[in-house]
């Protein structure tokens, strides 16, 4: 008790400047879990009779059909996108994480998608994939000098549920990979060189190097990547938006519960559900990642 009296005391001021913070971002969060509660709480029957509490909201969105489907997506988005995006980051911060001229100009330069508003990487997107005078339609039907003809007819990309949320994927992963290596990058650059170098004395290779020395010691910031973007990747609602309107995530089929089909109850249900969701996985991530790197050491 005394311990942790003198460390307040220690760090009084920095705990006084982060205060205002605190409860700033804990304050909203319980407002906005409270009413997400309460609406999600409340039934309003056709002649606008409230009920509370109430679980028919929960039902209702228990047999629809339209939520298993915007589940099943937000699941398939996550479970592959995340692991794409910390490969996707992974690969360019070894890159960059090595010594060579003009090294701080392309790392800024990979930081570039940043800096394009997520808006404006999905019309792009949108424009070079419309139908049927795309871009990439129009490059395919060999409308452009450097490319040959490959099709006889445009193709209408977005009517593909595959090849719409894919595309909203990649999108997703294009634009917020640089998160992902400055965070492994950061990670890379905390690894002491005389470890590699007793390595090499010792005859370790390249993967053995990345095996038992990059991996176990880079998994802090691989935890990191895999809960930020794992929680981006659930709650995702621009490019499925407005690449894949018709293939619903959780986030779009929020929006349309509550602007398109106005209830806005089952949307607080489902928003109540997706917040569920992503903090079930952050636990499930961090519960696999303590477990491999105990393995990553062991061996």
């Not at 794409?84 to 090294?103: D, K, M, Y």
Request: glycine residues 4%; positive net charge.
């Amino acid at each position: 008790m005394s311990s942790t009296i003198s460390l307040f005391r220690k760090y009084s001021f920095e705990l006084l400047c982060l205060s205002p913070t605190f409860f700033y971002l804990v304050g909203f969060l319980f407002i906005i879990l409270f009413y997400l509660i309460k609406i999600s709480f409340t039934y309003v029957a056709p002649d606008f009779l409230s009920t509370f509490p109430s679980l028919r909201n929960y039902f209702s969105i228990a047999s629809s059909h339209e939520f298993r489907v915007a589940f099943l997506n937000t699941l398939v988005f996550v479970i592959v996108g995340t692991p794409l995006e910390l490969l996707t980051g992974l690969f360019f911060a070894l890159l960059v994480n090595r010594s060579f001229p003009g090294q701080g100009f392309v790392r800024s330069l990979f930081t570039v998608p940043l800096a394009v508003p997520a808006l404006v990487t999905a019309i792009i997107l949108f424009i070079l994939f419309d139908f049927p005078a795309g871009h990439i339609n129009n490059l395919l039907l060999g409308k452009h000098i450097i490319f040959p003809k490959l099709i006889d007819t445009p193709i209408s990309w977005r009517t593909s549920e595959f090849f719409a949320l894919g595309t909203a994927m990649i999108g997703k992963v294009w634009r917020d990979m640089p998160i992902s290596m400055l965070i492994l990058l950061a990670g890379l650059s905390s690894i002491s060189q005389d470890q590699y170098e007793a390595a090499e004395t010792m005859g370790a290779g390249l993967v053995q190097k990345f095996r038992f020395i990059t991996l176990p010691l880079l998994v802090p910031a691989i935890s990191s990547v895999l809960v930020l973007r794992s929680i981006e990747m659930w709650k995702e609602f621009i490019f499925p938006f407005i690449l894949a309107g018709q293939w619903p995530l959780l986030g779009t089929f929020i929006e349309s519960l509550f602007h398109n089909w106005h209830k806005p109850q089952e949307a607080a249900v489902v928003a109540l559900m997706l917040v569920l969701c992503i903090v079930f996985s952050t636990f499930f991530v961090f519960y696999v990642l303590r477990f491999v790197r105990k393995n990553l050491v062991r061996i």
